[in-house]
């Protein structure tokens, strides 16, 4: 099938608007005879007449007013690919899919992503939250270009880069007893429930390494699937759990929470930026990624 020539079709828009082949000819620089060549070549790709003699004047048949219109829905089609593309050219306009641990997509990645937002404010931003498994194999399909972890062990294939401290603490309501004590001894917590969030979060991993190298094993009385879930937990006299200290600055600045002074503690972590490769990671992914770094 032989596909429509746009310069003929704007040759004919231009014609169409000035119902003149001469005026045509002028505003587009070519000849008379050039003009009417493209008309009768569109005329034969329809096998249609675009216009017709009314006495002294030319005007357009049914298919040329048909074909006027669907030129100038066309041809604005075509300046808004253009601009579109340009603007992903100049980074104003795309799309930036993140994934990110419960604890990082509530409380790390979004002041990120307000700074982000403020400017590339025309970038469609997706942001997807779960725990340390989910994020992983978001990225590895390759469903999102980049996650933001806490728990630094990634397979072999992707790129953990650090960027800001994550310090897990221990917290417990305000009128606990041991909130009264310093330098508590890490074994006086064994004699103490302890809550954790579901297999598969990395603060999980991360608190079981703790406690497997020091030679103790907490005694766990309750799994809760959201960090919320396990601060009011906590607060209600349940338990003491190990937590990012970014997840409680609210809480521990209201009173609601505090931070227990146990040695070994805090444990020492990282935020990580986590990717599948460099070279494959799309403009907006690469100034996310930088924002986060040089943070």
Same mark, same amino acid.
């Given at each position: 099938?032989?596909?429509?020539?746009? +310069?003929?079709?704007?040759?004919?828009?231009?014609?169409?608007?000035?119902?003149?082949?001469? +005026?045509?000819?002028?505003?587009?620089?070519?000849?008379?005879?050039?003009?009417?060549?493209?008309?009768?070549?569109?005329?034969?790709?329809?096998?249609?007449?675009?216009?017709?003699?009314?006495?002294?004047?030319?005007?357009?048949?049914?298919?040329?007013?048909?074909?006027?219109?669907?030129?100038?829905?066309?041809?604005?089609?075509?300046?808004?690919?253009?601009?579109?593309?340009?603007?992903?050219?100049?980074?104003?306009?795309?799309?930036?899919?993140?994934?990110?641990?419960?604890?990082?997509?509530?409380?790390?990645?979004?002041?990120?992503?307000?700074?982000?937002?403020?400017?590339?404010?025309?970038?469609?931003?997706?942001?997807?939250?779960?725990?340390?498994?989910?994020?992983?194999? +978001?990225?590895?399909?390759?469903?999102?270009?980049?996650?933001?972890?806490?728990?630094?062990?990634?397979?072999?294939?992707?790129?953990?880069?650090?960027?800001?401290?994550?310090?897990?603490?221990?917290?417990?309501?305000?009128?606990?007893?041991?909130? +009264?004590?310093?330098?508590?001894?890490?074994?006086?917590?064994?004699?103490?429930?302890?809550?954790?969030?579901?297999?598969?979060?990395?603060?999980?991993?991360?608190?079981?390494?703790?406690?497997?190298?020091?030679?103790?094993?907490?005694?766990?009385?309750?799994?809760?699937?959201?960090?919320?879930?396990?601060?009011?937990?906590?607060?209600?006299?349940?338990?003491?759990?190990?937590?990012?200290?970014?997840?409680?600055?609210?809480?521990?600045?209201?009173?609601?929470?505090?931070?227990?002074?146990?040695?070994?503690?805090?444990?020492?972590?990282?935020?990580?930026?986590?990717?599948?490769?460099?070279?494959?990671?799309?403009?907006?992914?690469?100034?996310?990624?930088?924002?986060?770094?040089?943070?």
């Amino acid at each position: 099938m032989e596909y429509l020539n746009l +310069r003929r079709l704007y040759v004919f828009q231009t014609v169409a608007k000035h119902l003149s082949f001469s +005026r045509a000819a002028d505003e587009l620089y070519l000849s008379q005879p050039a003009v009417s060549q493209h008309i009768r070549l569109l005329e034969e790709y329809f096998d249609v007449e675009l216009f017709e003699q009314s006495g002294k004047k030319i005007v357009l048949t049914e298919a040329g007013l048909y074909l006027k219109d669907a030129a100038n829905q066309l041809f604005k089609q075509l300046e808004a690919i253009h601009q579109t593309v340009r603007d992903i050219r100049s980074h104003h306009i795309g799309s930036l899919k993140i994934a990110a641990d419960t604890t990082a997509g509530a409380f790390v990645v979004p002041p990120f992503l307000h700074q982000f937002h403020d400017l590339y404010p025309r970038v469609n931003i997706k942001l997807d939250v779960g725990n340390r498994s989910m994020v992983l194999q +978001r990225l590895v399909r390759r469903e999102v270009d980049l996650a933001v972890m806490g728990y630094p062990r990634v397979p072999a294939n992707l790129k953990a880069d650090p960027f800001k401290d994550n310090p897990l603490v221990v917290i417990a309501p305000p009128d606990h007893p041991l909130t +009264r004590e310093a330098n508590i001894p890490l074994d006086r917590l064994m004699e103490e429930p302890f809550l954790m969030r579901e297999r598969g979060s990395g603060t999980r991993s991360t608190v079981e390494m703790f406690f497997d190298k020091h030679g103790l094993a907490p005694r766990i009385t309750m799994e809760l699937g959201s960090i919320a879930a396990i601060k009011e937990a906590v607060a209600s006299g349940l338990g003491l759990s190990i937590v990012s200290e970014a997840a409680v600055r609210t809480e521990l600045e209201v009173g609601k929470l505090t931070v227990l002074s146990v040695d070994h503690l805090p444990i020492m972590r990282k935020w990580y930026v986590v990717y599948a490769d460099e070279r494959s990671l799309s403009p907006f992914a690469t100034i996310f990624r930088n924002l986060l770094l040089n943070s």
